[in-house]
């Protein structure tokens, strides 16, 4: 069988914040949503010049760090299920190495429907997390936000708790600076209270994260030519996140 090759952004050794533990993370190439907020959008096209890179080129690089990853290796993006043949053999054989395995994901290209379903299923024989992004419970919401319908994003938390999956939930807080009252904006309570509600339904939650917005990538947009929608929107305040975490009950599973 010849070697599965993928378009690879980039990779971190000792990421902090993929998952547990300090890890080896993997940013694929290429990505469906066009997230507003967006700190890669580098890796938005998939047949953008990346680095053209084998599993085992990856897992040479792994075992060249694996001291310091002491808790695994993390594919997030872009958006790793573009490339899901590419991420199922590397899990297949990292798992074969015993390693750890955390898929992060915004889950827009999931389809309970063949081909994809069978394809997703193979890969999550050799995932042992996934960490899955919901940005925007509101339809209409999430479609200004990124792009794309948020619908099949949550059929796929709820395919994953059906097969008994390990999941993270993180929810990207976006305030309303101007207090405009849009659904585009994240931190509405209405909003947080829906969420909170939709994940009390799922029964293979392990965390759950606010992941307060900010600003620091607003210069890859700069230099790449694109207009930064959220011009003047400010980070959340101390006491919008805490609100935020109140109401998402992330103690209860942190």
């Known amino acids: 069988m010849s070697e599965i090759f993928g378009n690879i952004h980039s990779i971190e050794s000792c990421g902090t914040v993929d998952g547990p533990g300090i890890r080896f993370v993997v940013f694929t190439q290429g990505c469906p949503l066009r997230c507003q907020y967006c700190h890669n959008p580098d890796t938005w096209d998939i047949n953008k010049q990346a680095n053209h890179m084998s599993v085992g080129d990856i897992l040479k690089q792994y075992e060249g760090v694996k001291e310091f990853c ?7 993006g872009g958006e790793p299920l573009c490339q899901i043949e ?10 074969a190495k015993g ?10 290209p999931f389809t309970r429907e063949e081909p994809f379903i069978s394809k997703f299923n193979e890969l999550m024989k050799y995932t042992d ?28 938390a709820k395919y994953l708790d059906e097969i008994g999956k390990e999941m993270w939930i993180r929810h990207v807080l976006v305030p309303d600076t101007f207090n405009t009252g849009e659904a585009f904006f994240s931190n509405r309570d209405e909003q947080l209270e ?26 890859k947009w700069e230099n790449l ?4 929608s959220l011009e003047g929107v400010e980070p959340p305040t101390k006491e919008q996140i805490e609100n935020a975490n109140k109401i998402l009950k992330t103690d209860k599973y942190n």
């Open 99 to 108: 390693i750890h395995t955390t898929l992060d994901t915004s889950a827009n």
């Open 225 to 228: 030519g694109i207009p930064y």
């Open 194 to 219: 829906e969420l909170s509600k939709f994940i009390d339904t799922l029964h293979h939650v392990s965390r759950v994260e606010v992941l307060p917005y900010h600003t620091l990538g607003i210069q």
């Open 86 to 95: 590419f991420v199922t053999e590397f899990f297949k054989l990292a798992k």
């Open 129 to 156: 997390l996934v960490m899955l992004d919901i940005k925007n419970i509101d339809r209409e919401g999430h479609k200004k936000l990124t792009g794309q319908t948020v619908d099949n994003i949550l059929d796929c």
């Open 70 to 76: 002491s808790g695994g290796i993390t594919v997030t």
